[in-house]
């Protein structure tokens, strides 16, 4: 039959998946179809509100769970093996994967947005498709991860059996800091609007810094008790009793399973802060996460902390 006849889901089905799969990639755990990652803009005119196209790649390819190493845009037959590829570098500085692919179904078309190959550009067979090792070693040599960091940033996001997973700008975010902190980096700051799932972020940031022992005690911060509060039963639960809230209304650190600790008594709210003030300058020096917007100085008046 006719190649030209077959239908985009006809190449992917019958020689882009195959191609993936003898080069070694998981099916499972490791390919991503048709994967929509925006619902589109949001267009007011007036009184009218629309949306723009939806984003969607045909495929993304994983090394683990949201560690994204390649986008690849697929076409028809009677198109350009690469004239999948501009969507896809698109697609891709978006979701921040560094390597790009294009095919129709003939061969690929491979572009490395990381500029470490020579050409960035290369025309690959169908049967030539580089295995998840390959790739996962450009991308280390990219980084320049050490066996230490590479450690960290491979560790496993949260799931505990939660049909929830990260938006792709949060997947962003968390794997950014993670590399940093890794890399020996310590001061990081995001900036993400309201309702973008900051403390969702923060959670994940810290679980995996706190399961890959790379932080053994780790502070948050809020300028508001109720957000504390929110915090611990909702998006940092899994800690467990691993947690503690601290208060400057209060002379004891509360952990999740009931249990206090006494500060130092403190005759006023002034002393109590500075108290609170100490203890945190004694408990962390290095990571920080603001849960506001509001400056680390305001918001340490209200505070809770994981530790092991």
Request: proline share 4%.
């Amino acid at each position: 039959m006719d190649k030209r006849a077959f239908s985009e889901r006809d190449i992917c089905t019958k020689f882009i998946t195959p191609a993936l799969r003898q080069a070694g990639w998981d099916e499972m755990l490791q390919i991503r179809e048709e994967v929509s990652f925006t619902k589109g803009r949001i267009i007011v005119r007036g009184k009218l509100v629309t949306r723009g196209q939806a984003k969607r790649a045909d495929y993304i390819l994983y090394f683990k769970p949201n560690i994204p190493l390649a986008l690849i845009e697929a076409k028809d037959n009677s198109h350009s093996v690469r004239d999948g590829i501009q969507q896809g570098l698109g697609y891709a500085a978006t979701l921040d994967i560094p390597f790009v692919f294009s095919s129709n179904g003939d061969g690929f078309v491979f572009h490395d947005r990381t500029g470490a190959s020579n050409p960035r550009e290369a025309n690959l067979a169908i049967d030539a498709f580089p295995s998840p090792a390959e790739l996962w070693a450009r991308y280390r040599a990219w980084k320049g991860l050490t066996p230490e960091a590479e450690e960290v940033v491979l560790q496993d996001y949260y799931e505990g059996g939660s049909e929830k997973a990260p938006r792709y700008y949060q997947v962003n975010a968390v794997n950014a800091a993670i590399e940093a902190i890794a890399d020996g980096r310590n001061r990081i700051l995001l900036v993400m609007a309201t309702g973008t799932g900051k403390t969702y972020t923060a959670f994940q940031i810290i679980w995996r810094l706190w399961k890959a022992g790379r932080k053994k005690r780790i502070l948050f911060l809020a300028d508001r008790n109720v957000l504390i509060d929110q915090t611990m039963v909702n998006d940092f639960r899994p800690f467990g009793g691993a947690m503690a809230k601290l208060s400057t209304n209060a002379k004891t650190i509360e952990r999740d399973d009931g249990s206090t600790i006494d500060l130092t008594i403190a005759l006023d709210k002034k002393r109590r802060i500075d108290t609170l003030t100490r203890f945190i300058s004694a408990f962390i020096r290095r990571s920080l996460v603001p849960r506001s917007g509001k400056s680390c100085s305001e918001s340490s008046r209200r505070a809770s902390s994981t530790s092991s």
